[in-house]
């Protein structure tokens, strides 16, 4: 995680739109290929299938997702799946950014962050 950037969804944060939907089609069902997800977001927005392959690239090359080589009719085909799901990937994004802060501002930030949750655990 690079960045971190606040919008309306929790993994816009870390992720493109683009790849936040892919993500969302994955989840939930498993193991894919590159055709079947483009498949189904082409019915939610305008997308082209290199698009898809070029994300579900980018996603294996920073670890979020896995893949498979098959070989089958037309050549090879890779297919994706969550390295981790929903929850185990929300975790993680918090993990690093806390991780980021404490690096970044030491014990200012652990300071913070005891001062913060041990309010909340009075209430």
Request: with cysteine; charged share 35%; hydrophobic share 35%.
């Amino acid at each position: 995680m690079k960045k971190i950037k606040f919008k309306s969804t929790e993994f816009d944060t870390i992720l493109s739109p683009l790849e936040s939907d892919v993500l969302e089609v994955i989840w939930p069902n498993k193991k894919k290929k590159v055709r079947e997800i483009y498949t189904v977001l082409k019915q939610k927005r305008k997308v082209v299938l290199c698009s898809i392959a070029v994300i579900l690239d980018r996603l294996y090359e920073r670890g979020i997702v896995n893949r498979e080589v098959e070989k089958g009719k037309g050549g090879i085909h890779y297919i994706y799946y969550p390295k981790q799901n929903r929850e185990e990937f929300r975790e993680s994004v918090v993990e690093s950014a806390v991780n980021k802060l404490i690096d970044k501002f030491g014990q200012t930030a652990v300071t913070y962050f005891d001062e913060r949750f041990s309010k909340g655990s009075k209430k």
